[in-house]
């Protein structure tokens, strides 16, 4: 799968992210990429597009953790309860901050 790589944060109306990287079809240097723009057809912004673009926003990282999961559960399979508990211990609280960067719950 190839998407702009994050993380991704929510500027103005929009999502962006590859924030000061990379560079354009031309050769010029890109400040960032938009993601995606919380506009309607009309230009007018959605009622809701504060929640819509936290949760996107989170998208990145909440993949990234949801690889671990899969990864420590094959490994859980294969080894001992304990690690397995270990793991998973470890990769909730890598999971908690991103469930409320994505519900808008940042501390």
Known sequence: MK?????????NDSIIGNI??????????VRFDVICS??????????NWKDNARLIAAAPELLEALEKVSTYQKEAMDGSL???KE???ELVK????????AKGNEG
């Open 38 to 47: 919380m506009w309607d057809g009309y230009f007018e912004t959605l009622d």
């Open 94 to 101: 890598e999971i908690e901050p991103l469930i409320a960067k």
């Open 82 to 84: 304990e690690k397995a």
């Open 3 to 11: 998407y702009t790589q994050g993380p991704w944060q929510i500027e």
């Open 20 to 29: 000061d990287g990379g560079y354009g079809e031309d050769g010029s240097q």
């Open 87 to 89: 793991m998973f211990y």
